[in-house]
Each structure stands twice: as C-alpha cells, then as structure tokens.
C-alpha cells in the first residue's frame, strides 16, 4: 500500500462522521516526508464535540487500519470548531495506535498556516485563527528550556536513536525560529546544526540513518554518541535558547 491509498482509505471511512476539514502537516506536507520512514501527521476538525459513539467509531476506523504496513504511523487529532482555537487544550489523537489526547501546538498551528496540505474540505485559514510571532518564539523557547533541557540530564535516554535526532533537530529548528521567525525542515535543520557547532560525527550519524543506508554502530559508539550530544546540547540550550519563555 502506498501513502496515498491509505489516505484515501483513512478519508473514505472518516467521511459519515462528516469532517468539516482534514489536513496535513508535518514531513507530509512540508516536503520532507520519506514513505516507510516517516510519520503521516493529521488534524481533523469534526462538525461538533465528539460523542462516547464517536470515540469509538473512530478507534474502530484506526484499528481497521492495523493490517496496512503504513497505518501505524498515522497519527490523527480530531479538533471541533468550538474548541480549536484553544492552543493549550488537549484533543482527541490517535497516535502510536493508541488513543490519547494532547494540544494541537504553535508550531503544529503555524505549519498548518505555512504549508499545510488539504486534504479535505476547508483550508486551515478559514477555521484557525494565526499565530503571532511572539506566540510562537514563546512556545519554542519554553519548550526547550522546561521539556529538553531537563532531559539532557537523564543519561540513560541518549543511548536511544530517537532522543539524538529529535533533541537535535529539535534544537536546530528551535535556533531557526527564534531567529527569524519561521520554521524549517528536520532536512534543512541537519544542515543549520553543522554551523551551529554540533558534533559533526554525530550529526553524519543522524544523517545516514535519517536519509542513507546506515551502517552498523561501533562498539561502544552509542555511549560516546550520547556522552557528546549532551554535551553539546546542554549548554546550547542553556545560552540563547532559555532566554526565551
């Protein structure tokens, strides 16, 4: 199954609980997205609050979805009119096949704005309201200081591919907008970390697992990977990055 097929599967069974939008965001929509390897990130806006039926007609349309090779990285929150301008209010996601809910956040919101892609319906515009500048600088910078700064002191997470992309990249994107103003790509960002000053062999690493054929690690190089990433990361984060919030 190609990417596009599970779209059109996902819309055809959202269609009788009569989505007044759905769009995407993210690697999708942003240009960067890789079919295997990335995640599918939508946003749903659903005619009113969804019901205890509701709720389970949609865990039952993403399970549905389980036998697909690609349904797994399908994440979906489901906003309603009344509530979607609220940007600290948990929604309704299906994320990780699992049900959960979380906020739909500035950068989501900003994305959606910058080049979110229809997928059906009414475009972001018309049903999101914009986020300012400083709104969105807030976020960042807030976001790095209370959630990665704190993690860069937990050891044992840096051992983990994940932590090291995402807390770099994160970063990188971070710098970007607190700096111009704008957002960039998980791509762009692994080039904007080499003049930022980041390991270059950890960020070679990043790459050729994000976007090559990755070789087997060395012995002992996810420990030395994990001891420079915090490293670096830490006083990055603590310099002009916490200044903002």
Same mark, same amino acid.
């Given at each position: 199954?190609?990417?596009?097929?599970?779209?059109?599967?996902?819309?055809?069974?959202?269609?009788?609980?009569?989505?007044?939008?759905?769009?995407?965001?993210?690697?999708?929509?942003?240009?960067?997205?890789?079919?295997?390897?990335?995640?599918?990130?939508?946003?749903? %806006?659903?005619?009113? =609050?969804? @019901?205890?039926? #509701?709720? +389970?007609? &949609?865990?039952?349309?993403? !399970?549905?979805?389980?036998?697909?090779?690609?349904?797994?990285?399908?994440?979906?929150?489901?906003?309603?009119?009344?509530?979607?301008?609220?940007?600290?209010?948990?929604?309704?996601?299906?994320?990780?096949?699992? %049900?959960?809910?979380? =906020?739909? @956040?500035?950068? #989501?919101? +900003?994305? &959606?704005?910058?080049?979110? !892609?229809?997928?059906h319906g009414e475009a972001p515009a018309a049903l999101l309201p914009p986020v300012?500048?400083?709104?969105?600088?807030h976020f960042v910078g807030r976001d790095q200081r209370d959630y990665w700064r704190?993690?860069?002191?937990?050891?044992?997470?840096?051992?983990?591919?994940?932590?090291?992309? &995402?807390?770099?990249?994160?970063?990188?994107?971070?710098?970007?907008?607190?700096?111009?103003?704008?957002?960039?790509?998980?791509?762009?960002?692994?080039?904007?970390?080499?003049?930022?000053?980041?390991?270059?062999?950890?960020?070679?690493?990043?790459?050729?697992?994000?976007?090559?054929?990755?070789?087997?690690?060395?012995?002992?190089?996810?420990?030395?990977?994990?001891?420079?990433?915090?490293?670096?990361?830490?006083?990055?984060?603590?310099?002009?990055?916490?200044?903002?919030?």
């Open positions: 199954m190609t990417t596009a097929s599970l779209l059109d599967g996902f819309l055809h069974a959202l269609r009788p609980l009569r989505p007044r939008a759905v769009w995407a965001h993210g690697l999708l929509a942003g240009g960067d997205y890789q079919e295997g390897r990335s995640d599918l990130d939508l946003i749903a %806006v659903l005619p009113g =609050p969804p @019901t205890l039926g #509701t709720v +389970r007609r &949609l865990v039952a349309l993403h !399970r549905g979805q389980r036998g697909e090779p690609l349904a797994a990285k399908l994440h979906c929150s489901y906003l309603t009119p009344a509530t979607l301008h609220d940007t600290d209010r948990p929604h309704l996601t299906w994320a990780h096949e699992r %049900v959960t809910r979380r =906020p739909v @956040t500035p950068v #989501t919101r +900003r994305e &959606l704005h910058t080049f979110g !892609r229809v997928l300012p500048d400083r709104e969105l600088a704190p993690a860069v002191d937990k050891a044992r997470l840096w051992r983990q591919d994940i932590w090291v992309d &995402l807390g770099l990249l994160t970063f990188a994107r971070a710098t970007v907008t607190l700096r111009e103003g704008r957002l960039i790509s998980k791509r762009e960002a692994l080039a904007e970390l080499a003049a930022l000053g980041a390991p270059a062999e950890v960020v070679e690493d990043v790459t050729r697992r994000r976007y090559g054929t990755p070789a087997p690690a060395a012995a002992g190089w996810s420990s030395r990977r994990a001891g420079l990433t915090r490293a670096y990361l830490g006083p990055a984060i603590d310099a002009p990055v916490a200044t903002y919030g």
